[in-house]
């Protein structure tokens, strides 16, 4: 079943055409992962499918609703959560507080907001070894978990999520692909951008390239990992 929907998709900054035409679909339960060079477009398409842009034409839809003229807020309550490229953490506030603004659309449900707060500690206990912390005292991989915890606050359906592994070591790449398994496990629907096109494409189970605003190709992720010209240009073969 078909969660989320992209057909002829158009996005433009000014006079620059960003997207040309894109369609794509992530079916509930599945990890989609979308690769591209830099300036590709990814981010762009992630941005336009939450509502931080707007589209010139195409839908985007998720389970049937309209999200081209959605806001945010909204979207964010019909099941979506997006991690943003660079983790976006707000540096002065501690990890708990990142966590509960993480869960602003249930403000009103305390208990709710605890127990999903306690689910994210669970998940990620040195989070809550430094519940008190400045957030932006974290390193990069803590605040990469923080920035999956805050989205989790609002019990997604889909999660986006932007270039997790960027400026992380090799050995915390791999224990973010591991929480990306983890979450997955759990029943959330994933949307992946990643440059980390090997890692990308051994846990997803489907995969779109992105070359210039434009889909070039698409298929499992079993078979573009095979295909020659994929494994020329993002993987290093």
Known sequence: MSLLEIKDL??????????????????????????????AGKTTILHTISGLHK????????????????????????????????????????V???????????????????????????????????????AGTLSGGEQQMLAVGRALMAKPKILLMDEP??????LLVKEIFKIIEEVHKQGITILLVEQNAKMALSIADKAYVLET????MSGSAKELMSNDDVRKAYLGV
């Open 10 to 39: 158009n996005v433009h900054y000014g006079a620059i055409h960003a997207i040309h035409d894109v369609s794509l679909e992530v079916n509930e339960g599945e990890i989609v992962t979308l690769i591209g060079a830099n300036g």
């Open 55 to 94: 589209a010139t034409s195409g839908s985007v839809t998720l389970e049937g609703h309209d999200l081209v003229k959605t806001e945010p807020s909204r979207i964010i309550s019909l099941g979506m959560a997006h991690v943003p490229e660079g983790r976006h953490v707000f540096a002065q506030m501690t």
């Open 96 to 134: 708990e507080e990142n966590l509960e603004m993480g869960a602003f659309i249930f403000s009103k449900d305390k208990s709710g907001i605890q127990a999903s707060m306690k689910d994210v500690y669970e998940r990620f206990p040195r989070l809550k070894e430094r519940r008190r912390q400045l």
């Open 165 to 170: 592994s960027m400026g992380l070591s090799p």
């Open 213 to 216: 605003g434009r889909i070039k």
